[in-house]
């Protein structure tokens, strides 16, 4: 069983800073890359950032200079910090993490339970 657990949404005013945390853990070989979609009322779960084993980064090219997105692989943990916040980034931020269970399995992803992030203008 592999359980990613998020924490760090809330409310913030436009222009405001917020830090996401997403911690897997139960039984993991190993991890590849993890990352953040965030889904929006209405519209298409969309990738936010996502990171590999060794640190490349990837982003959304509308968000590149405010997040951040960074990996603490003696905790399992991904983490997103988000600056200079707008309405329209207002919407529910998944992590997700590549893993693999054990040496004989294939790897799979797995999905956190989603963190609400609002913005007020």
Do not use: H
């Not at 005013?13 to 965030?38: D, H, K, P, V």
Request: proline share 1%; glycine share 10%; with cysteine.
């Amino acid at each position: 069983q592999v359980q990613l657990v998020e924490s760090g949404g809330g409310l913030v005013q436009a222009g405001g800073s917020l830090r996401l945390s997403c911690a897997a853990s139960g039984r993991i070989f190993s991890i590849n890359a993890m990352g953040w979609y965030r889904q929006a009322s209405g519209i298409q779960r969309e990738l936010v950032a996502r990171i590999t084993s060794g640190g490349s980064t990837n982003y959304a090219d509308s968000l590149k200079g405010r997040f951040t997105v960074s990996r603490d692989n003696t905790k399992n943990t991904v983490y997103l910090q988000m600056n200079s916040l707008k309405p329209e980034d207002t919407a529910v931020y998944y992590c997700y993490a590549n893993i693999r269970r054990d040496s004989t399995t294939y790897d799979a992803n797995y999905w956190g339970q989603g963190t609400q992030v609002t913005v007020s203008s």
